[in-house]
């Protein structure tokens, strides 16, 4: 009884001091981890979406949401995102509906306050969904190279399912494959896309085809009377003594010839030779134009002349060469004395130019600069004037130098 008596006359004093405690919890925790506002753009997915309907209508991809909580939870927001937006097409068949849109917060993030949200709402139209079967056209476009002719089209399967949404589906009236065939020479085997088109030959966006794409072959082959033929370059005279050449190219490598005579074109070789290319004295490279020297009923279709192009190289060999070590860089005053006086040089380059090599082509210097009394080993740096030519070996590679006081003597 006096429990009872003491708590009905502190009943008040006790509530006070609860709320004082609560409140100043809150205060504590809110100074530690105050709240802030924060803006965040989150996905929407659709949750519960039979598989015979579908939305007709744009949807958007994410919600812009205005969020407020401790400054904690804003932070593992930005860092990792969990919050996706959703909307509810449980139990909905076709018809249009105002869908609310919901923002998921896992239980672990709160406490999170939304102060405002982008869109609250969407009004939709939900179609159903249907499908239909279809045959496959092909369509070629281009033309073969010259001289050869299409025969057989064919290609894997002849129909296909298209699905979508009904008003979509209705559009479609044919579903169609194109193969490109410009400038082929051959057999062409290709995997080609399918396209949903409507009644004027426009692609229908928003369609499923099933299969995709589909396998097609058109045959190609030489028309009667034609042939395609390699290029062979004939030449007489012989390059510059000391050159080669390296190649003789034509373009194009192939032509095709034509003949109202069958028989004549099949007789002819695999290739066709040009006038002759005469390469006497040439020592660098050539580019000309030659004509095509055909047997007479025999005409090249398109332009009858080739462009040729030869190159030349020189040939390639060695040469050992003698020369006097040149001293450079001597101080004034003092005098040196290499041994040897002469090295030997294995040279290599083109035949041409080692041909025409002088003295003052190759030289052997010794650098003497900085260096003062006494006995050195220095190797000697080769100089060579022609670009193509270069040293592979000087003997002796190193030489000893003996530098004295005194003028040099001749």
Known sequence: MKIMRWLGSNLTSLILSLLLALVVWISAVTSTDPNTEAEFVVPLEVVQQASDIAIADPLPETVEVKLLAPESIIQQLEGDNPLV??????DI???????????????????????????????????????????????VQGEPAVGYQTSGLSWQGSQVTVTGLESKVEEVVSVVGTLDISDATGTLSRTVSLQARNANGDEVAGV???PTSVDVSQAISLQGGYRNLAVNVTTVGSVEPGYRFTSITPAPPTVMVFSEDPQLVEGLPGYVNTKPLDLTG???????????????????????TVLVQVNVTALETNLVVTREVEVIGLLPGLSAQVSPKEVTVSLSGPVPVLDNLTLRDIRVVLDLTDLEIGTHTLTPTIEILPEDVVWEDVSPATVEVVIQEGSSTP
């Open 85 to 90: 937006a959703t909307i509810n097409m449980s």
């Open 93 to 139: 068949s076709a018809g249009t509906y105002r869908f609310p849109v919901n923002i998921d917060i896992p239980d672990q993030l709160k406490p999170i306050r939304i102060l405002s949200q982008n869109p609250k709402e969407l009004k939709l139209r939900v179609s159903n969904l249907v499908s239909k079967e279809l045959p496959i056209s092909i369509q």
């Open 208 to 210: 499923k085809i099933e």
């Open 282 to 304: 040439v020592d660098s490279y050539l580019e000309t134009i030659l004509e095509l020297d055909l047997p007479e009923g025999v005409t090249v279709v398109g332009d009858p």
